[in-house]
């Protein structure tokens, strides 16, 4: 099979070295390009083929967002997932509003960013890239998923839609003519039904699934 071929974006060269360590023995994933500088980043694209983009947040002459602006000017439709050791939720939702595809965190087990970055994969590829153990967990996965949001209640998938088009509390609040602690609720309420620990997993998850927001 095929494997994914990685770029990595940072400026520790042991990020690199760790990451390929991660994929040495991987039948999906190959780490190929690594760069510190972002007048790099494009001609390494165009030099080879780059499936899937791992970044720092901010490195030496630039930071995520100023790449995420170079794949949107240049029509590059490559995944990129953010690698970080930040939590602030409220700057993860912009840069996924921005087009990042995920997060991993530096605190994360091999195994979690290898599911993590299959899930992305997946969404990207489909079956086309990916070996059927993974297609059949992935799909699997995104069923589950369709389940917990059909049990959903109508105000409940109003709020989550609403939350998705990055509407504020008070915005939801206003426009379905409820309070915002009710607002509050519904959502602690969609996060518990989905089994999502944050409001970043929970946009994930609604960008997944849900194709015409409210």
């Known amino acids: 099979m095929k494997k994914l071929k990685i770029l990595i974006i940072d400026t520790n060269p042991i990020i690199n070295i760790g990451f390929k360590s991660i994929f040495k023995n991987s039948v999906i994933f190959e780490v190929v390009a690594f760069t510190y500088k972002k007048n790099e980043i494009n001609e390494i694209i165009n030099q080879q083929e780059i499936n ?3 970044s720092e947040i901010n490195f030496k002459d630039g930071d995520v967002k100023d790449i995420l602006k170079l794949f949107k000017k240049n029509n590059i439709d490559i995944p990129l997932v953010v690698f970080t050791s930040e939590s602030n939720e409220n700057k993860s939702i912009n840069l996924l509003k921005s087009g990042a595809s995920g997060f991993i965190t530096k605190n994360l087990r091999k195994k979690s ?6 899930d992305i994969a997946f969404t990207k590829y489909g079956s086309k ?4 153990y993974t ?3 992935n799909r699997f996965n995104f069923d589950y998923n369709t389940e917990k949001l059909n049990s959903l ?3 409940e998938l109003e709020v989550l839609k609403l939350f998705f088009r990055g509407k504020r509390n008070i915005e939801i609040s206003e426009k379905l003519n409820i309070n915002q602690k009710t607002v509050n609720t519904y959502i602690t ?3 518990k039904k989905l089994e999502v620990n944050s409001k970043t997993d929970l946009f994930l998850l609604a960008r997944k699934h849900i194709k015409q927001p409210y």
Not at 113 to 118: A, D, H, P, S, T
Not at 129 to 132: G, I, Q, Y
């Open 129 to 132: 890239e990916l070996n059927k």
């Open 135 to 137: 297609r059949l967990k």
């Open 113 to 118: 960013i290898k599911r993590i970055l299959q």
């Open 189 to 191: 309420r969609i996060m």
């Open 52 to 54: 899937l983009v791992i």
């Open 153 to 155: 209640s109508k105000r």
